[in-house]
C-alpha cells in the first residue's frame, strides 16, 4: 500500500492535483489541488491564486513529460460555473502555441482576453407597459407609452427614445403605469431560421453548393475555395453551406470571417435577410458589452453563427462545424504583433484538425492558395460570370507620360474627361488612391529636412483637415508647425505627392457643383461615419467618391460606373516578395466596384508603367497567366509558398546591446541543409518609437520544419537587458 492510498483510508479520498493554465506569456500549465473531488474537468474555467493575486485560469491537460507535481500546492479557490472549452479548442490552442512559436498562456489570453468576459455581468432593470393607466397624462408620459415595447429597455434608453428624463420614466413605473423586469444582460441571439429559403441559385452556383455539401454531409475536412469575380454570387453560395451546417446538426456552430470592419455592418445586414436573424458579431469596434454578450454566448454555444474579423477564430465554440474565410487573400487576416497568426492558415488547420470543412472565397486567390489546389491539397469550386449577367468592367491604362497631369495637379486630361462623361449620364465615380491625408511627405523648400515622427524612420503625413501632421505607422501625431525644425525658416513646409485629401481638393476645384466625398480611415474614423457615406454612395447621392483602400472591398454601388486610380504605380515597387500579387489583388478589387448593376462600368488606371505585368494583367483580364508568372518567380527564388519563411526580429532602446545581441545570433545560426539565414540586416524602418531593430530571414525548403530549426537556434542565445525578441513565422512584413 502506498503512502496516498494511507491517507486516503485515513482523511477520506483526496483529490489529485491539476494543471492549470493563466491567460499569461507563460510556457506551461501549473500544478493545482481543486478545492473539491469532483469537477474539476478539463477545459473549466477557474479562479485561482497566482502570485500575490488570484486570477482566471483554465484547467489544462496533463503533458506527458511533465514533472511531477510539487508535495505542497496551492488550491484553486473556485471552478467556474458554465461550460469551459472544448477539448478541439484545447488541441486548437496548444497547436496555435506551437505553430506561432508562442507562449501557450499567450494563445490562451486571445481566447479568454483578460478574464472580464468570465465576471457575472450586473443585472439591470428594464421597463415595459404595466396594468393601470396614470391618472394624469403629460405630453412627456405620452412619449414614453408611444417609445415603450414588448422588448424591456432600461430607463435610460427608453427616456432617451421618448425624448424625456429619466423622472419621468421611473414615476410611471412607481404607478405601475411601466413594469420593471429583470434584463438578461446578455441576451441570447435569436436563432437563425433555417426553414427560410435563399435565392434560386444558378447552375454554376448549384454546382459549387454541391461540392462543398458532400464534405458537410460526410462530416469531413476538405479546404474549398470559391473562386469567381467580384458580383459572381460567392456570398449566396457560402450562405448556402452555412445554412446547411446549422439544419444537419442543432448543435452546430459556424464562423463567417471577413476581413474589414467597414464591411460588417452591410454584411450583417444581409446575413440577417438570408436568416431572418442577426448572427452574432465580433470585432474591434464593438463596446464591451457587446463584446461580452457574443464571446458569453458562443461559449454557451446558444450563439449559432458568428460574424466577425479575424480574432474571431479565438472565441469559445463549443461545437464548431464550419469556418468561412472571405477575401481569402487579404492581408488584414495577418495578425502582425503579440501572437503573430494568419487566420486563413489557422482556419485551415483547425478544420484539418477537427475534421470540419473550411470555405475561401476570393476573386484573386492568393498564390498560397492557388498553389495548394494546383497541388491537390485544396479544392476549388468556380464562378466564371457576374450574376445576372452583370459584365466586367472595361479596364484601359492611361500613360501619364503621354497625358500627364498638369502642374501641381494629379488627374490628367483623359481621366478628367471620363469623370465629366460619368457627371453628366447621372452616374457614379470612384477615384481611389491608397494614400491617407494630404501628402505623403513633408519637406522643407529650405534645407530639404524630411518631417518624421519622433525617434522614427516614419515619415509625417500632411492631414489637412486637422491641419497636423501624422505618422501612420506610430500614430504619432503634432499640430503642423509653421516653420522647419531643422533651419527654422518661416513657411518652407511642403506637401510632396497626392494623399486623398489633396486629390479631393484638386476635384472639387475642377466639379464644384458636384457632391464630392473622401472616405479613408481617418476621414470616417467611426464606423457609424463610415457607414453613412457607404450608405450615400449606395443611394447615389455623391457623385464622386475620393476613396482609400477601404471602399475597394465588397460593396456593392449599383450607379458606380467609373473607377479612376490616381497612381497605379503604388505599391508594385514594395520591395517585397508580395508587392505585385498585393497590388493585383488591390487593383482588381477597386476595379471590380465598377457596373456591378444593369450599367456597364469601366476603370481607368494612371500610371507611368504601362508594360507592369501586373497591369497587363488586369487589363487582359488575364489572372491565371499573371499568377503562372509569379508563381515561376517565387519557385525560382525558392520563396512561399515554393519554400518557407520565418523572421527573427530584435528590437532595443540600447544599440550597442542590440548589436551585440545580432551578433550573438548570427554566430549561433546551426548549420542546417535546405536552409538559408539572411541577415542580421538592420531593418527597413530602423528606427520605431525609439527603438532600434535589427531584423534576420529563415529561408527553408518546403518540407523542412522551421519551426524547429528557429527553436534549435534561439534556444542557444539569451536576449539580454532590455533587447527584445519577436519571431514571426511565414512572415507578410518585411518593415
Ligand atoms: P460575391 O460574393 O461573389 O461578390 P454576391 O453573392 O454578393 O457576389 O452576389 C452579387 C449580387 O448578386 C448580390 O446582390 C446578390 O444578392 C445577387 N445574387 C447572387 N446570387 C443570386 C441568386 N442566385 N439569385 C438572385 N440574386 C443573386
Redesign the pocket.
Known amino acids: 500500500m502506498s503512502a496516498s492510498e494511507i491517507s486516503d483510508d485515513l482523511f477520506g479520498p483526496k483529490a489529485k492535483p491539476v494543471k492549470v493554465l493563466f491567460p499569461l506569456p507563460l510556457f506551461t500549465a501549473y500544478d493545482y489541488l481543486p478545492p473539491f473531488e469532483s469537477g474539476a474537468e478539463i477545459g473549466r474555467f477557474v479562479r485561482a491564486p497566482f502570485g500575490p493575486r488570484e486570477i482566471f485560469g483554465v484547467i489544462w491537460p496533463k503533458g506527458e513529460a511533465d514533472p511531477a507535481p510539487a508535495a505542497t500546492l496551492k488550491t484553486i479557490v473556485e471552478i467556474l460555473p458554465g461550460p469551459g472549452l472544448s477539448p478541439e479548442l484545447i488541441d486548437f490552442i496548444a497547436w496555435t502555441a506551437r505553430y506561432t512559436m508562442s507562449p501557450l498562456g499567450s494563445v490562451l489570453r486571445m481566447v479568454m482576453r483578460s478574464g472580464e468576459v468570465l465576471s457575472e455581468p450586473s443585472k439591470q432593470t428594464g421597463y415595459v407597459l404595466g396594468k393601470n393607466r396614470p391618472a394624469r397624462m403629460t405630453p412627456q408620459r405620452e412619449a414614453v407609452f408611444s417609445a415603450v415595447g414588448p422588448t424591456p429597455m432600461t430607463a435610460s434608453t427608453l427616456a432617451a427614445k421618448a425624448g424625456v428624463s429619466g423622472g419621468v420614466v421611473r414615476g410611471l413605473a412607481e404607478t405601475d403605469a411601466l413594469r420593471a423586469v429583470e434584463i438578461d444582460p446578455d441576451p441570447p441571439f435569436p436563432p437563425p431560421d433555417l426553414s427560410r429559403k435563399?435565392?434560386?441559385?444558378?447552375d454554376d452556383?448549384i454546382c459549387a453548393v454541391g461540392k462543398i455539401s458532400t464534405h458537410i454531409k460526410a462530416g469531413s475536412h476538405a479546404a474549398i475555395l470559391?473562386d469567381?469575380?467580384?458580383?459572381?454570387?460567392?456570398?449566396?453560395?457560402?450562405?448556402e453551406a452555412v445554412a446547411e451546417v446549422l439544419a444537419k446538426d442543432k448543435d452546430a456552430q459556424a464562423l463567417i470571417l471577413i476581413p474589414e470592419i467597414a464591411l460588417t455592418l452591410p454584411f450583417l445586414k444581409?446575413v440577417e435577410e438570408r436568416f431572418g436573424a442577426a448572427p452574432a458579431p465580433w470585432h474591434s469596434d464593438l463596446t464591451s458589452a457587446a463584446r461580452r454578450r457574443t464571446w458569453r454566448r458562443v461559449a454557451d454555444a446558444s450563439a449559432r453563427l458568428v460574424v466577425g474579423a479575424r480574432s474571431a477564430l479565438f472565441l469559445p465554440f463549443q461545437n464548431l462545424k464550419l469556418i468561412i474565410v472571405?477575401e481569402e487573400h487579404d492581408a488584414a487576416y495577418k495578425q502582425g504583433d503579440g501572437v503573430i497568426y494568419h487566420a486563413r492558415d489557422l482556419s485551415v488547420a483547425r478544420g484539418a484538425r477537427a475534421g470540419f470543412p473550411v470555405v475561401l472565397?476570393s476573386?484573386t486567390p492568393s498564390l498560397e492558395t492557388v498553389v495548394n489546389i494546383d497541388e491537390g491539397r485544396y479544392e476549388a469550386v468556380g464562378?466564371p460570370s457576374?450574376?445576372?449577367g452583370?459584365t466586367m468592367p472595361d479596364i484601359s491604362l492611361i500613360d501619364m507620360r503621354e497625358t500627364p497631369a498638369e502642374q501641381g495637379r494629379w488627374l490628367s486630361p483623359p481621366l478628367v474627361d471620363a469623370v465629366n462623361q460619368t457627371l453628366t449620364a447621372g452616374e457614379q465615380s470612384l477615384l481611389f488612391l491608397n494614400r491617407r491625408g494630404y501628402a505623403p511627405l513633408t519637406l522643407c523648400r529650405r534645407c530639404g529636412h524630411k518631417m518624421t515622427a519622433p525617434n522614427s524612420d516614419t515619415m509625417l503625413v500632411e492631414h489637412r483637415f486637422e491641419n497636423r501632421l501624422v505618422c501612420h505607422h506610430t500614430g504619432f501625431t503634432m499640430p503642423k508647425p509653421s516653420a522647419c525644425p531643422a533651419c527654422h525658416a518661416v513657411d518652407s513646409l511642403a506637401p510632396c505627392g497626392p494623399g486623398v485629401e489633396r486629390v479631393a481638393d484638386e476635384a472639387t476645384a475642377r466639379w464644384p457643383d458636384a457632391a464630392i466625398k473622401i472616405l479613408s480611415s481617418d476621414t470616417a474614423w467611426s464606423a457609424s461615419a463610415m457607414r453613412e457615406i457607404l450608405e450615400a454612395m449606395h443611394a447615389g447621392e455623391i457623385d464622386i467618391l475620393i476613396a482609400t483602400q477601404v471602399a475597394a472591398k465588397?460593396h456593392?454601388f449599383p450607379n458606380l460606373t467609373l473607377v479612376g486610380v490616381v497612381d497605379a504605380d503604388l505599391g508594385i515597387a514594395g520591395g517585397d516578395l508580395r508587392a505585385a500579387e498585393r497590388t493585383y489583388q488591390l487593383l482588381s478589387q477597386v476595379t471590380?466596384r465598377a457596373g456591378?448593376d444593369v450599367k456597364p462600368g469601366r476603370a481607368l488606371l494612371q500610371t507611368y508603367q504601362t508594360t507592369s505585368p501586373v497591369l497587363e494583367a488586369l487589363v487582359s483580364g488575364e489572372r491565371d497567366n499573371f499568377l503562372a508568372v509569379e508563381a515561376q518567380s517565387r519557385k525560382q527564388l525558392g520563396f512561399p509558398p515554393y519554400g518557407r519563411l520565418g523572421a527573427i526580429l530584435l528590437r532595443g532602446r540600447d544599440e550597442q546591446a542590440l548589436r551585440e545581441s545580432a551578433e550573438a545570433h548570427r554566430a549561433a545560426i546551426p548549420p542546417a541543409d535546405g536552409v538559408e539565414v539572411w541577415g542580421p540586416a538592420p531593418a527597413p524602418i530602423y528606427r520605431l518609437r525609439g527603438e532600434a531593430r535589427i531584423r534576420f530571414l529563415v529561408k527553408a525548403r518546403r518540407n523542412i520544419d522551421v519551426q524547429r530549426f528557429i527553436k534549435a537556434w534561439i534556444s542557444r542565445v539569451k536576449v539580454k537587458g532590455s533587447v527584445r525578441r519577436v519571431v514571426d513565422i511565414d512572415p507578410y512584413s518585411f518593415l
Open positions: 435563399g435565392h434560386d441559385l444558378s452556383q470559391i469567381g469575380v467580384t458580383g459572381s454570387g460567392k456570398t449566396e453560395v457560402y450562405l444581409r472571405d472565397a476573386a464562378l457576374r450574376f445576372a452583370a465588397g456593392h471590380g456591378r
